[in-house]
């Protein structure tokens, strides 16, 4: 689930990763064929929206008016799973973290893209309550989540 972990009392946390955007387009669509400029994406082309559970689904919208932009949002999903078939069937774009995005870069059907501006990154964190700090199962557990996620960093940088 996602959430910000800093609202969080009684929870430790670690970052894990730092992940930048990248933007999934139908293969056919103006901005899949290099055809329009990043403004007038922006602008003018329809976005799926993600709106995962919990506080962080204002990111987004939050990196962009930063940069004095909007998009217009035609449909809001709650998964990532939902956005390849929605892009598959319309010419709209998704916003994506890049490790969605290199997921789908398998799907002939879309074009996955650099965002059409720069958004940032997003941390990924991993939190657990306090009294497992010390915790040897609980160690060992964040020891191998902490080793998945340099792994990770490794091989998308």
């Known amino acids: 689930m996602l959430f910000n972990l800093s609202d969080c009392g009684n929870v430790d946390k670690r970052a894990l990763?730092?992940?930048?955007?990248?933007?999934?387009?139908?293969?056919?669509c103006a901005y899949?064929?290099?055809?329009?400029?990043?403004k007038f994406i922006i602008n003018t082309v329809l976005y799926v929206n993600?709106?995962?559970?919990g506080?962080?689904?204002?990111?987004l919208f939050q990196a962009l008016e930063?940069?004095?932009l909007k998009?217009?949002?035609?449909?809001?999903?709650?998964?990532?799973?939902?956005?390849p078939e929605m892009l598959a069937v319309t010419d709209y774009c998704a916003?994506?973290?890049k490790l969605i995005g290199k997921s789908l870069e398998r799907d002939p059907r879309l074009k996955i893209l650099p965002a059409p501006v720069d958004l940032g990154t997003f941390p990924v964190q991993m939190g657990w309550h306090v009294r497992y700090r010390h915790d040897p199962a609980h160690k060992w557990?964040?020891?191998m989540i902490d080793a998945l996620a340099k792994e990770i960093t490794s091989k998308t940088e």
């Open 32 to 38: 899949a064929l290099g055809k329009a400029s990043c």
């Open 17 to 28: 990763l730092h992940i930048r955007f990248k933007t999934a387009a139908y293969l056919n």
């Open 71 to 83: 998009r217009e949002v035609a449909v809001s999903v709650t998964h990532f799973l939902a956005v």
């Open 95 to 97: 916003t994506l973290p």
């Open 50 to 53: 993600v709106l995962p559970p």
């Open 55 to 59: 506080k962080l689904r204002a990111g």
């Open 66 to 68: 930063q940069q004095h």
């Open 141 to 143: 557990l964040r020891s």
